[in-house]
């Protein structure tokens, strides 16, 4: 799921669509970042197959407690909190918020979310709290949520961006999100090197598993001319 379609008005998708097929698009108004699944000319019912992404706001408070549920059961342990979550939409009522919370939807259910945060190591920036339901995982949200959260990070001027996770080298699951960080053109740094080198024995000893944690950054291109991006 890699072909994006930005929309302005959010009813406007297949007008939006028909449009980029034809020439890129030059700006990014500021409403509802739209990511189509596959083709918009299968069978599949289009509303379903359509990722919203936006920044979540105090208006979203209602959602807290699913979004609570959704990232404590997309990993799989307590995560966070209702409270957390409150706390994570409230930041996005401020037009310069360090930390934000994006929240993807089909339709009119949550679906995902993830945090971009603009000042984090110096002049690099960093995203994080990815999570997707169980249920809408490997369709296409996990690349909608990141793809915004960059964008937004670009938008104001941050250049690297930067994510940390623990990798089980034993784990299928924790392999292939791996190599997707890879595909996404995250490297780890030298720090990650040696931070893995000496923490390596101990979380693979809480892990029961060969593991260890990595620092991993990559380049963000500048946004072109005239982009426009909701913050």
Same mark, same amino acid.
């Given at each position: ?26 700006? !990014? ?58 706390? $994570?939409? !409230? ?7 360090? $930390? ?5 939807? +089909?339709?009119? !259910? ?41 964008? $937004? ?21 924790? $392999? ?10 995250? +490297? ?41 991006? +909701?913050?």
């Amino acid at each position: 799921c890699d072909e994006l379609v930005c929309v302005w008005p959010h009813h406007r998708a297949q007008h939006a669509y028909e449009q980029s097929r034809a020439s890129p698009i030059k700006s !990014r108004t500021a409403a509802t970042l739209i990511y189509a699944c596959g083709s918009m000319s299968t069978n599949r019912n289009t509303a379903n197959s359509m990722v919203h992404v936006k920044i979540g706001t105090s208006a979203d408070g209602s959602s807290a407690a699913d979004l609570a549920a959704l990232v404590n059961e997309s990993y799989g342990r307590q995560r966070t909190t209702f409270w957390e979550i409150q706390h $994570r939409l !409230r930041c996005g009522d401020y037009h310069h918020a360090n $930390r934000v919370l994006h929240l993807a939807y +089909r339709g009119k !259910r949550v679906v995902g979310c993830a945090s971009s945060t603009l000042q984090w190591d110096g002049e690099c920036g960093q995203w994080g709290f990815l999570s997707v339901a169980v249920q809408d995982q490997s369709t296409g949200v996990a690349s909608a949520l990141v793809r915004a959260a960059e964008e $937004r990070l670009a938008f104001h001027g941050v250049r690297h961006v930067q994510i940390e996770y623990t990798f089980k080298l034993c784990d299928q699951k924790g $392999r292939r999100v791996h190599m997707w960080y890879k595909r996404l053109g995250f +490297r780890p740094t030298l720090g990650s090197y040696c931070f893995a080198v000496a923490c390596c024995p101990c979380l693979s000893i809480a892990n029961c598993q060969l593991s260890t944690f990595l620092i991993c950054r990559k380049a963000l291109q500048a946004p072109a001319p005239g982009t426009i991006v +909701r913050d």
